[in-house]
């Protein structure tokens, strides 16, 4: 779409031919010899108006390559009134002096002012062609670039908001539970009231996080708990919190639930062996400290947190980040507060 057709090499071998001939019937109608096609349509006349044809489409063409490298004027209409009259004149000229070698070395005389006028005035109106077939070309692009480049961002906003719904639902984490609460049903109905209960405490606060940008940290806090006593019926390690600080801050909501459920997905599966989560409180960030055991198929790394990092780059300037120090593998985001959420 954005390469003009006038470049195609096969238009331009073509193009002359068509345009010459009928600028050499244009030009015998005007004098009123259209009877010289019985005679000999194939004349000296036809090749020199295909010549001259090659040659203003060919200029033509190169000074559309110039003009888009041109980087002044900068005003459109200004550009486009200096490439019309410099590309006519030109025109004009160039036609003069060909028409001139013509006649004087092939005619043995110099053309008249009204030779030279019927041909400058039909050429330059092909110049012109030329022009207007560029600027069409120029905003039919801009037209459609623009209307691509609007579907493209619907696009990427259905699919932000689809991923979005997704990671509310969870529906991994959903069929696991339900299906743990299906299988206790049958053997321990008390077992299974409890899951219910832990089970749709943490989706009643995943559902309507939709609808708050930052909640306390404390309020994050109480719904982990419930998440990790989910966690205690289904087939992962079991997790135990170690060090918890308490602090008055802020966090996007869900962002302790989902760091803490990638790093148990993301560690081998024991029944002897248990996960001890330690959440700290460092100036600017919230930490969470864990012995890795990860899985074979994949270690839990900073790119696993893409999702969660683009929410926390519109509060603040610091990064979502997973890094190793010593015998532990420490995830940390940064504190919030009220002030930040509001682009003061």
Not at 151 to 178: C, H, V, W
């Amino acid at each position: 779409m954005k390469k003009l057709f006038v470049h195609h090499p096969f238009f331009r071998l073509l193009s002359p031919l068509f345009s010459g001939a009928l600028v050499y019937l244009l030009i015998l109608l005007i004098n009123n010899n259209i009877g010289q096609l019985q005679e000999a349509f194939l004349g000296q006349e036809l090749y020199m108006c295909i010549g001259l044809a090659y040659l203003i489409q060919e200029y033509s063409r190169i000074s559309l390559l110039l003009f888009e490298r041109l980087q002044r004027p900068t005003s459109f209409l200004w550009r486009l009134a200096l490439q019309l009259v410099s590309s006519i004149l030109i025109c004009m000229g160039l036609i003069s002096a060909a028409m001139y070698l013509y006649f004087t070395n092939m005619l043995g005389y110099t053309p008249n002012g009204r030779e030279l006028l019927i041909f400058n005035s039909i050429f330059s109106l092909i110049t012109m062609i030329y022009l207007v077939l560029y600027v069409s070309h120029q905003f039919l692009y801009k037209i459609n670039t623009d209307r691509i480049s609007r579907e493209m961002t619907a696009k990427q906003e259905i699919e932000a908001d689809f991923q979005q719904y997704r990671r509310g639902i969870n529906p991994e984490l959903l069929f696991e539970s339900l299906e743990a609460l299906l299988v206790l049903m049958k053997r321990k109905p008390e077992a299974a009231e409890r899951l219910s209960d832990h089970f749709s405490s943490v989706y009643r606060y995943i559902l309507a996080k939709k609808k708050r940008e930052l909640v306390p940290f404390s309020e994050e806090l109480d719904t982990l708990a419930e998440l990790i006593q989910l966690f205690i019926h289904l087939p992962y390690r079991k997790i135990v919190l170690g060090k918890v600080a308490e602090c008055d801050t802020y966090v996007v909501p869900g962002s302790l639930l989902t760091i803490v459920e990638r790093v148990v997905r993301s560690t081998i599966v024991s029944e002897e062996s248990q996960l001890t989560l330690d959440i700290l409180d460092t100036p600017g960030t919230i930490q969470v400290q864990y012995r890795p055991e990860e899985v074979l198929r994949g270690a839990f790394q900073t790119e696993d947190l893409n999702d969660l990092a683009g929410n926390y780059r519109f509060y603040s300037d610091r990064a979502v980040r997973v890094v190793k120090k010593d015998s532990y593998k420490i995830v940390e985001i940064p504190k919030l507060s009220l002030d930040e959420s509001s682009h003061s």
